[in-house]
């Protein structure tokens, strides 16, 4: 009689667990990075956004300035007097003075 042949199917099992293992792993580490170039994008994205609403939040706290008016006078822009005669003489002193572009 001859010799009883190995039974190796425990040993391919393993070589084939293994290989299955690392092409899995490849796969799986292919995904993650793809994955990982698009969020990279898109926190780019989220950050300069950010950026920008932070720069118009800031642009909107600063006070605007405003035009100071000062007090009024005769001949000058604004509300003229209430007496006639001041306003009459406020006109014709506008009228005198030729304004300059």
Not at 31 to 54: K, M, N, T, W
């Amino acid at each position: 009689m001859g010799r009883p042949r190995k039974i190796r199917f425990g040993e391919y099992t393993a070589l084939a667990a293994e290989e299955l293992r690392l092409w899995l792993s490849a796969e799986i580490d292919r995904a993650v990075r793809a994955a990982l170039v698009e969020q990279r994008g898109e926190i780019a994205a989220v950050r300069d956004e950010l950026s920008l609403l932070s720069r118009q939040f800031e642009r909107a706290k600063t006070p605007r300035r405003r035009r100071k008016i000062g007090r009024w006078v005769p001949g000058g822009p604004g509300r003229p007097p209430k007496d006639a005669v001041a306003r009459a003489e406020a006109f014709a002193a506008r009228q005198r003075k030729p304004r300059s572009k």
